[in-house]
Every structure is written in C-alpha cells, then in structure tokens.
C-alpha cells in the first residue's frame, strides 16, 4: 500500500485538514502485464459498421448458392409489388409540387417507404426530402440514422432576411470573369444546360422581394470544369444549425470491412477471395427537389461573358455548394446502402454519391443484380455506360485509391495510389521545380494533393515535405528555398516507389517499447536506455549507456539549459531503430513520460534543429522499416495526479525509474550494449 500525506494545519487553527492519497501502486511487472491486457488499438477495433457486419455475417455464415437464392427472392417479392403499386405511385407523384414531381419523376416513394418500413429503417423522415424537397436554410432535420452531434448556426434567419437587400447588392457587384474566357463560356453553357434540363430556370428579369442571391462561379479541375454554388457569401450555409455528425465511408472503412472478412475467413478456414466493382450516382443533387418555400433561397448569379454582366436564375433542385444539400444528399445515400447491407447482405459501402461493392467470385451477377435492382426500384439514376460505369475486377479504383484484390485469396489488400494520381503529382512537382517558385496559393493546392497521396504510402517522410509546403504558403517569398526544392525531389522519388499499404488477416504481433532518459545541467552528463518486451511480458532486448558531456554538446547542451527533450526523443527513436527487424509489420506501442517528445514523434515534426535532425533519420528509418503502426503511450503531469490517476502516474515512473536502473546495473557490471 502507498500513502502520501500532506498537512493543512495553519499554526493557531484548531480546526485543520489533513489531505492523504492512498492507492495500490503497480510495480514493474503489473504494468508491464496491464500494458499487453490493454494492447494496440488495432487489436480491438476494426471500425465495420453494423449492417456491413451483418452482410459479413450472412457471407460466412450462409452457402453461397443460399445467398443468391435469397437475394433472387427478395428481388421478385419487390418486383411484384412495385407492379402493384404503379396506379398509386402516379397518384402520389401528382400531387407533389411541379418542380419536386419533375425533379422526382420514376422515383418509387411508396414502394421505398414499403421496404423502409420492413426493415425498421431508422430514419423515418427520410423520404420527405423527396415527397417535398429539402430545405435549403435556418435548421437541417435531424436523422435517427447518424450520430448526435449539435451545431449551432452563425446567423439566424431574421439576420438573413434582414440583410439580404445588401447582400444581394454586394453579390451581383463581386460576379465577375474568372479572367479565362474559355471558363466563363463553359459557365454559361453548363448553366443554359441545366435550364433545358430543367433543374433550374431563368435568366430572370428580377430577383423577387424577400429572396437570397448566392453565387455560382467555376472550379477548374484536370478534365472538366466544376460549378460551385458558393452559399457561404450569400449568409445562407451560415444559418444551418445541425443535429448530426454525418460519418463517410472513407478508404479505410472498405479496407476494414475486406480485413474483417479475412480475418473471419482464416478463422473459419473458408476462401477468402474477392472482387469489387464501383457505382456512381448520375447527376446525384440534382435528383432530389428543393422544398416549395425555400426556392427564396435558391437563386444565383453568374458572370455572362456575352454580355459581360451578371445575370441571375434560380435552382430547383440542390445546389452543389449549400450545407443543406450534403445532409440531405447524404441522408438518401445512406439510405439506399442500408438497403442493400440490411436487406441483401451486399457488401457496399458509400461515400457521398459513390458506392464500392466487393463480392465473391462465384456471385457477381447475384451482388450486381442486387445492386442495381436496388436503385432501379427505388428510381434512383446512376452511370450505366462511360469511365464511370466499372465491371468486376480484382482491381477495383475509387476514391482517389486503388484497391488491389488479387491476392484476396492469400488474405492480402494492397492500397495505393492511382497511376493517374501520381503521374499528375510527379507532373505538378517537376513544373514547380522547373519554375523555382510557389504562389501561397498554389502551395496550398500543392499541399492538399501530396497529402492525400503522401497517406497511402508507407512511413510518414512526407510529413516533412508538408510542413515545408506550409511554411513556404506563409512566408514572404515565392521562391523555393533549397530545403523544399529538395524535400519535393525526394517526394517525386517516394511517388515512384508507391509502395502500396497492406491490409492482411495475418497474426500481428505487438511490441511493447519503454524507453527513458535523463540529464544533469550542471554536469552536462545524461544517459539513454529502453527495453522491449512480447505480448508475453518477456524481456527480449534492451540498451542503456551514459552519455558524456562531449556527446551530450552534440544534441545542443552548449545552447540551452537542459536538453531532457532531445534525449527523450533519441531514446524513442534509437529503440524504433534498433528493433525494426523484430517489429516489422507488427504493431507498436512506445512508453514514454516526455510529453513533448512523444507529440514531435506524433506529428513527426520538431521546433528545434537538433531535434529535426533526429526525426529526419526517424521518419527515413520508418519508413523502410515498415514501422507505420506505432503509437505513443503518454505519461501523466502532476496536474493530473487526482484520486486514482496519483496511482497510475507513480506507477508510470516508477516502471521506467525501474527500467533505466537496472539497465545501468547491468552496464556498470558489463561496460557493454546488449541488442
């Protein structure tokens, strides 16, 4: 038992408080055992939502030919129905708004709300973004179907209305050429497009009491011209107050559902290969309506290079640019994925108006059917024909990623980046190396694009090149300082390798790093140890030595007081370093009771230089030692030593006192380094 006492008496007093912290501290190896219980996170988690884990479920658990059987069945039942309701269905089509019946048209509302209610969809106001529109200002519906999440608006919607004179005034005064005649022609026809397509109407003569005026401008990307509805300058997406936080199916929920499948088929002994396909939603906003009484809200201006003045037309189904168009596109997307996980047990997920489906081999026309049978019941449109209209494949791109499945059978993913992708990337750089110069905002771009690339690669070298791009977006000079042009040709190098990261079903094993050190200032002497232990607490390497005062001047002890930061940091990095052979494609997790190393070796990123120097030759290392999967178990401050976290934070120290103390035994015995 520890006791730690401390006493309030104040001489004189009669009443006085005696504080005491009791606990049962942890020795040595009660935290080393707690450490393993506790684990890597990506022991536990494997972040499958819940209806994907039920489709997982059916595939593992049913026969493949029981599968499509009942997928064939469930198919013909809705079949059937939907023939039945054809009469009510144009009924109810009639009685919607104009503008919300065209926008809607084949889109089977009674038949969706039939299978939503079959299988208990949470979300029961979801189909009224259909029936009536969505609203485009003020509060966004809540969803039973996302997570609670409150955000409160930045303008309220008297504000809005109140301003919007001026602010119509000021809009139409800021539209003007983007300064490439060429986009501003592609502008006005994608706009005229849109009018005979009816999504939206005008030029209009006036802007009608009581409306918004937004703006509408072009976003040129690599192979087409985007427009964007900018509803911010208008105030509009500032009155969205929301309910929800809405959770996309980013890379790594695919990459984690195709795990889990892998892990469920090495347990069960059962075949493990898969191909996937990609869908795309056509023209998915403009597919749901605007709600009646905010079609206020919905007007837009442009620059008309034929006249050379703006003109203004107003949308009738959702603007690409407004907040209330992603959490209403959203909330229907998500809708039709639970019907096909919940309800075929197809293994989809969906990102905005994307969807990725994986099958197994033997039922890609049963999953595809199934698919495809979904939004056509539904009346939902998507990409029959064209680049975005994919077959099954064990190479499956989306998102900006390549999904290689080839040696699914052997449990193995490989994620990277598109041929596509890095040749831009390596286009970009080589330009910007040529011009010797980088505009803020074209290093900002810059940035964004290698970042995104950079997460697919193995290691963290890229952090490097990042920081540099944002440290150069703010300074005063446009030209490429001989760091970044350097940082940038060894990104060029690092694009070329692509090495891809792998997701397997493997056994991973973890590696539990404690490393520690210390230092005298008035002595200028310090010393560095570390030990590394199984997931059975067995000790299998360690190191310690002292350091003396001519090496400690090598990590900056003529320049400050202590430099305790900078031996921390080598302490960690040397262990990483020494073990990488043991700890290659396993899981890391690296103890340490200096908070400032362990956010630097966190961000990969130090303030100063002989610190830099370090994480440089870490982040090198890491990445050619495959370490990508460590994380850094902090220790507690002394303001953190409350009720029971004084016991943890004791035991903490006392582990790594422990630790450095009997390494340094050994050394004072040995006068050697043990690996």
């Known amino acids: 038992m520890g006791v730690a006492g401390e ?29 393993v219980e506790v684990g890597h996170p990506s022991k536990h988690s494997f972040s499958v939502p819940k209806d994907l884990q039920l489709a997982l479920d059916k595939h593992l658990e049913w026969s493949e030919q029981t599968l499509v059987q009942y997928r064939m069945s469930w198919c013909r039942k809705w079949l059937k129905r939907a023939k039945e309701l054809e009469h009510a269905e144009q009924l109810d089509a009639a009685s919607r708004p104009p503008h919300v019946r065209q926008a809607t048209f084949g889109k089977r509302i009674l038949l969706t709300d039939e299978i939503l209610t079959e299988m208990q969809y949470e979300d029961s106001g979801v189909l009224d973004l259909l029936r009536h529109g969505s609203p485009l200002a003020g509060e966004i519906p809540k969803s039973e179907a996302f997570e609670e999440l409150y955000r409160p608006c930045m303008l309220t919607m008297s504000q809005l209305l109140k301003e919007a004179p001026m602010t119509n005034k000021a809009v139409l005064a800021v539209c003007k050429t983007s300064g490439d005649l060429e986009v501003d022609r592609q502008l006005l026809l994608e706009t005229r497009e849109e009018v005979k397509r009816g999504w939206a109407i005008g030029p209009l003569g006036s802007i009608p009491e009581g409306a918004v005026v937004s703006r509408r401008f072009p976003l040129v990307q690599k192979t087409k011209t985007r427009m964007i509805d900018d509803f911010s300058i208008s105030g509009i997406n500032d009155t969205a107050s929301t309910h929800n936080k809405v959770d996309l199916h980013m890379v790594d929920t695919f990459a984690a559902v195709v795990r889990e499948f892998f892990r469920r088929c090495n347990d069960e002994s059962k075949a493990s290969a898969l191909v996937a396909k990609t869908y795309d939603l056509k023209s998915a906003h403009r597919q749901v309506p605007i709600r009646e009484d905010h079609l206020r809200f919905s007007y837009f201006c442009i620059y008309n290079c034929e006249t050379g003045q703006a003109e203004t037309y107003q949308l009738v189904t959702l603007p690409f640019g407004a907040t209330h168009s992603v959490y209403s596109f959203l909330r229907l997307a998500r809708m039709l ?20 489906l994986a099958s197994l081999p033997g039922s890609v026309e049963s999953a595809k059917n199934s698919m495809e049978l979904v939004f056509m019941l539904t009346g939902w449109k998507f990409d029959m024909d064209g680049k975005k209209s994919t077959s099954f494949g064990t190479v499956c791109k989306a998102l900006g990623v390549q999904f290689d499945l080839a040696s699914s059978g052997e449990r193995v993913l490989a994620v990277g980046n598109t041929e596509q992708r890095v040749q831009d990337l390596q286009a970009l750089i080589a330009s910007t190396l040529q011009a010797g110069e980088l505009c803020k905002q074209e290093a900002l771009i810059l940035r964004g694009k290698l970042g995104f690339a950079d997460s697919f690669l193995h290691g963290r070298l890229g952090l490097l090149v990042l920081k540099q791009l944002s440290e150069h977006a703010y300074s ?18 690092r694009l070329s390798l692509g090495i891809p990261r792998i997701v397997s079903a493997k056994a991973v094993q973890q590696w539990f790093v404690f490393s520690d050190a210390a230092y005298e200032p008035e002595s200028k002497e310090g010393g560095i140890g570390a030990a590394i232990f199984n997931e059975s607490c067995e000790c299998v390497g360690w190191f310690g030595f002292p350091l003396q005062p001519s090496t400690c001047l090598h990590f900056g002890a003529e320049l400050k007081q202590t430099i305790i930061y900078e031996l921390e940091l080598a302490a960690s990095i040397l ?28 961000k990969g990123a130090c303030l100063s230089s002989h610190a830099s120097a370090l994480m440089r030759y870490h982040l090198e290392r890491e990445a050619s030692n495959n370490l990508c999967r460590t994380i850094f178990v902090p220790g507690m401050h002394e303001s953190q030593q409350k009720q029971m976290s004084a016991t943890i934070h ?5 582990t790594l006192y422990c630790l450095l103390a009997w390494m340094s035994h050994v050394l004072q015995w040995r006068g050697l380094i043990t690996f």
Not at 11 to 24: H, N, Q, R, S, T
Not at 337 to 356: A, E, G, M
Not at 476 to 493: I, N
């Open 650 to 654: 004791h035991a903490m120290h006392h």
């Open 7 to 35: 006493s309030l008496r104040v001489d004189g007093d009669e009443c006085w408080a005696y504080k005491a912290i009791f606990g049962l501290p942890w020795d040595c190896e009660q935290f080393l055992r707690k450490a």
């Open 575 to 602: 262990a990483l370093d020494f073990w990488s052979d043991k700890m290659k494609d396993g899981l890391q997790i690296c103890f340490g009771d200096n908070d400032s190393a362990r956010f630097s070796l966190i």
């Open 476 to 493: 005063r000079s446009a030209k490429l300082s001989p760091e970044l042009a350097f940082g940038l040709q060894v990104m060029v190098k």
């Open 337 to 356: 994925y639970t019907i096909c996980t919940r309800q075929l047990f197809l293994l989809t997920t969906n990102f905005y108006d994307d969807y990725i």
